[in-house]
């Protein structure tokens, strides 16, 4: 399915609207109906504290593919739902699996926002170069300079859930420890996404 401006303007700004236009049914995290269940080393599907046995449903879950580490683990009863599967990874993260075509037109919507991007990109640095400017250290100073940063060390920006977590760091989230300065510059040391160690001048 290949997406005019006008639809992906609606995927981005309706998703209720949007997930007509794939023939598919909108469905939030509380709506999801079946629960799924350790038994001995494999699992069990409940609705409604009922045991799914129906095959079909059964084969739809199976095709989803969840991964068996998940826990919390919802599902949806409907095959058209844009949303499918809702679960927690082995980090309490929060993981979500949608319907295929669903995913496809979200990736043909990151085109078309990474073009409007790079449109907004001269006026972006423009307004950087202007907030760098100003006096004392402002939130717009503060925020200019991350932009900065992040666009000549390419630093990811960090996350507060994964700096306690995982203790591992991007620009918002540096500690006085992970930043040298010199006469004639500036080093990052960090530990970033996937435990990867970093030094950066």
Do not use: C
Not at 13 to 24: M, T
Not at 36 to 65: M, P, Q, W
Not at 110 to 137: C, H, N, S, W, Y
Not at 143 to 152: G, H, K, N, T, Y
């Amino acid at each position: 399915m290949t997406l005019s401006p006008e639809d992906v303007e609606t995927v981005m700004n309706d998703p209720h609207e949007a997930v007509k236009l794939a023939n598919l049914r909108y469905v939030s995290e509380r709506q999801l109906s079946i629960i799924r269940k350790k038994v001995g080393r494999g699992f069990a599907y409940y609705r409604k504290e009922e045991k799914i046995t129906d095959e079909k449903t059964l084969n739809r879950i199976k095709s989803l593919v969840i991964p068996p580490a998940w826990k919390k683990v919802k599902i949806t009863h409907l095959p058209n739902g844009h949303l499918q599967v809702v679960g927690r990874d082995e980090k309490e993260r929060k993981q979500y699996m949608y319907h295929p075509t669903w995913s496809r037109i979200r990736n043909q919507t990151k085109f078309f926002k990474m073009t409007a991007f790079g449109k907004m990109l001269p006026k972006i640095r423009k307004q950087v170069e202007e907030d760098l400017l100003l006096e004392g250290m402002p939130k717009r100073k503060v925020l200019a300079l991350v932009i900065r940063l992040m666009e000549e060390t390419h630093i990811r920006i960090g996350n507060h859930y994964y700096a306690r977590k995982n203790k591992t760091y991007g620009l918002s989230t540096f500690r006085t420890k992970h930043v040298k300065t010199f006469k004639n510059g500036i080093k990052f040391e960090f530990v970033g996404k996937k435990g990867k160690e970093h030094s950066i001048t």
